[in-house]
């Protein structure tokens, strides 16, 4: 079952409050077929999921997520399925799904009164631990170095069961995200600057195209490995939100956490990751193509987004600097970039609803 768009779907304040008021119902009806004795319910945020925290006596907390992404049932119970195997796994601990009093781990929940289609939900237990805040510094580039060499291992000894599906990170997942960024583009670059976009993309595919995947590189991977995603607990790493994991190459969860970090912590972080998975004579070049592919995936996730349009502006100089480097074929991934100047000649919008998250 695919989830209606018109859950997800709102053009103003109005529909919004109402969205939220729905999911709340949904919160709510669903938690009565848990074996939780709650005490206090705490809205996160809304993206791929509508997200809640939950309070349970004794003192517990878990994760209450309402799926509005384009997952089905299957993807969501095989994401639960890869979770419980890499939490067996002696060096990796991971949030994991709790089952409700009918045994069943993902529900369909319509709530009361509600003539909208039944939407998923999913309890999973809560990851303690606390994001990085204020400046990364190099220990933790290195500890989450050999974090992802861990989960990465692990994810290796996983066998599928005959049911799970999960999506491909691919170069057909790339060319759909990135026409959806042709569709805001005009919101924060000038034709020039898309040109090098385009550029770019072309070269990400062909890239992809050439790469030979093999089980040493290629597997399921966490697929949304930034720092938000990660928490610390005592100084050690620990992955949350698997809700994108899928099929890709291992260096693509690499890549992903190196964009917010500098150009030292970047090869500290390799150098951990590449000391317990072995080293990669052609590791640069592969980082650097998907740093290019993830950073153009996150644009396309964020534009449709009036609220973020402000913020994608202001960091085109750097992400141009990296694109034209990357068309040139120039080394960039461990060296200090100078944003690039640019035409700031930008189509101007009539404002949108800025609420929208």
Known sequence: MMYVQSFVAFDNEEQRIALLKRSRHVCLTALQRYDLEWTGISYIQMSESVTYRITSHPDHQYLLRIHIGKSNQAEIASELAFLRALNDHSDIEVPTGIASLDGSEVLEITAEHDDEP??????????????VHGAVMDNHAMAVGVMIARLHAASMLFVPGENFTRPSLDAD????????????????VSDADWALYQEAAAKVVSHLSEMKPTSEN??????DLHL????????APFPI???????????YDVASVMLGLNPTQRWLLLDRYEALRGSNPNSSHLLETFFIMIMIENYSHHAPNP?????????QPSAL?????????????????EPAGRDLEVSSHPPLDPSLS
């Not at 039944?118 to 631990?129: C, R």
């Not at 939100?241 to 260096?251: A, E, K, P, S, V």
């Not at 609220?307 to 960091?315: F, G, I, K, P, Y």
Request: net charge negative.
């Open 118 to 131: 039944p939407l998923l939900v999913t309890v999973m237990k809560w990851m303690d631990g606390e994001p």
């Open 173 to 188: 997942s790339f060319k759909g995200k990135f026409a959806k960024l042709a569709n805001y583009r005009d919101r924060f």
């Open 218 to 223: 290629y597997g399921l991977i966490h697929g």
């Open 228 to 235: 938000g995603n990660i928490v610390f607990r005592d100084g």
């Open 241 to 251: 939100d698997f809700g994108l994991c899928g099929y890709g190459y291992y260096l």
């Open 307 to 315: 609220a973020e349009t402000e913020s994608l502006q202001s960091e």
């Open 321 to 337: 600097a990296y694109l034209r480097k990357f068309v040139e074929g120039a080394a960039f991934l461990f060296e200090l970039i």
